[in-house]
């Protein structure tokens, strides 16, 4: 086939993805390109790690069912990075170190009066590690950046320090995998690993609670790299203070360095947010639209995201341009559904219905396929419908702990990116829920 051809096809099957799975598009897949294509394998080349994992974890489906409609072959798929840099100045040593999202960077983070603080301490701590803010702990609700800021840090280092070694994590998995090195007699192995880092990086350190064994092993690899002049940088949805069940001997350490409170968003930063996260995407929306979207959503910008989503995609499906109106038909069921009271038993009662299983089943201890789908996908549901804990949620459902609800809630959360029939199911679910006569 001619070069000609096959970036013909190329840019059919992206046009392809952006119909199948717009939630996943981004303005850089125009960076894209193919690398081979033929004997049913498409290869594509990406520009770094970033980009590389977003496409592994987001759009592997999508890139097959559209390769496989627009050429009407069946076609494997793979994703590569390509060096663009002659030089090759960096891109192999970034494929090291920590999972990052492309889209979780400075440049795409907008800077406001509610997070100035934080913003300009991740900014600081990651010009030099260690010597500024140590350790540096962001905190605020869910949904106000922390996440996002942390991985801008790392992206950040990774992008000007050679060799920095940085262990980003959830406390989940911190602790996790401070179990398994239990499990497995390998604690050296688990405490050379942290101990050793330039910076280490936690997210969500509330999940420390009622983890007594795990905050003792944290307490010392806190000393540990603190002693050494390493970086450590924390997230929390409260002030170290303010976390239940933690020790004090650490709450004392948190307040340390520097404590930032990151607040919700001004009106004016959420338009601001609306027009990045518009651009990121490559979506047009007029200055009315943006507008209007951050009116109707105010306190959680991760919301904010998700009506622009949900506007984008109600155009994509129906072959209609963005016009206010189409904004307002997309978001007023969504805010209306959010705004009316949902409660965990609404959620059961449809999927249940929906899979023919009982309550009593999903309650059980019984783990076969059959029954652990629908446990989670109502874990799922009720963390995405209702304003109920994990803890909350694993009680309804046979007193699970909060960790297999957040499991439940990365996969199914996961497989609603990736595999477009389970997106169908969930979204049919949802309708069905947001639907339920009240009596
Ligand atoms: P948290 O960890 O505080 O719950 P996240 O970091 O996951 O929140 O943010 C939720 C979403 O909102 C992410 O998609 C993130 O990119 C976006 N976001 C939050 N704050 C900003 C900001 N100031 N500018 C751009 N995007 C933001
Ligand atoms: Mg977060």
Redesign the pocket.
């Known amino acids: 086939m001619a070069v000609q051809e096959v970036e013909d096809i190329f840019a059919d099957i992206v046009d392809c993805v952006k119909a199948l799975d717009p939630a996943n598009v981004r303005r850089w897949f125009e960076k894209l390109t193919v690398t081979h294509l033929s004997g049913g394998l498409l290869e594509i080349g990406c520009p770094d790690e970033a980009t590389l994992q977003f496409l592994r974890d987001n759009c592997k489906n999508s890139f097959t069912q559209a390769a496989q409609r627009i050429t009407g072959h069946l076609v494997t798929v793979d994703f590569n990075i390509v060096a663009r840099d002659e030089s090759g100045r960096r891109s192999d040593r970034s494929m090291l170190g920590p999972k990052l ?1 492309p ?2 960077t400075f440049d ?5 009066p ?2 100035r603080l934080g ?1 300009a301490s991740c900014v600081a701590v990651s010009h030099s590690l260690g010597n500024t803010y140590n350790p540096l702990f ?1 905190y ?12 801008a840090v790392c992206y950040e280092v990774r992008q000007k320090v050679d060799k920095a070694v940085i262990q980003f994590l959830s406390c989940e998995e911190f602790i996790n995998r401070f179990i398994r090195a239990i499990e497995k007699g390998n604690l050296a192995g688990f405490q050379n690993q942290f101990r050793t880092v330039d910076a280490l990086v936690i ?2 350190v509330q999940f420390f609670r009622e983890r007594e064994q795990s905050q003792e092993e944290f307490f010392h690899t806190f000393n540990a790299l603190y002693n050494n002049g390493k970086q450590i940088i924390l ?1 929390a ?1 409260s002030p170290p203070g303010k976390m239940p069940s933690l020790e004090d001997r650490l709450i004392s350490r948190f307040n340390w360095g520097l404590v930032t409170r ?1 607040d919700p ?1 001004s009106y004016e ?1 959420r338009v ?2 609306v027009q ?2 518009a651009h990121i995407r490559g979506i047009n929306i007029s200055d009315e639209i943006t507008e209007y979207i951050a009116r109707k959503v105010h306190a ?3 919301e ?2 998700g009506a622009l989503t949900t506007i984008y995609a109600v155009s994509t499906t129906t072959g209609k341009p963005i016009t206010l109106e189409l904004a307002q038909i997309a978001l007023e069921g969504q805010i209306e559904s959010a705004a009316r009271f949902i409660s965990i038993t609404d959620i059961i009662e449809v999927v249940t219905g929906h899979f023919d299983v009982r309550l009593a089943d999903l309650q059980s201890k019984r783990r076969s396929q059959s029954i652990t789908l629908p446990r989670q996908i109502c874990m799922y549901l009720a963390r995405n419908l209702t304003k109920h804990s994990l803890e909350e949620i694993g009680g309804h459902l046979g007193g699970r702990d909060h960790t297999t609800v957040m499991h439940a809630c990365n996969k199914i959360g996961q497989a609603d990116r990736s595999d477009t029939q389970m997106h169908a199911l969930l979204a049919e679910l949802t309708k069905q829920i947001t639907q339920v006569p009240k009596a």
């Open positions: 999202h889209d979780y795409n983070f907008v800077v406001g509610s997070n913003h962001l605020g609700s869910s949904g106000l950046g922390k996440t996002h800021l942390l991985h997210d969500d997230s949805d990151i968003p930063t601001a947010i990045k996260k959680n910008i991760r904010l995201e």
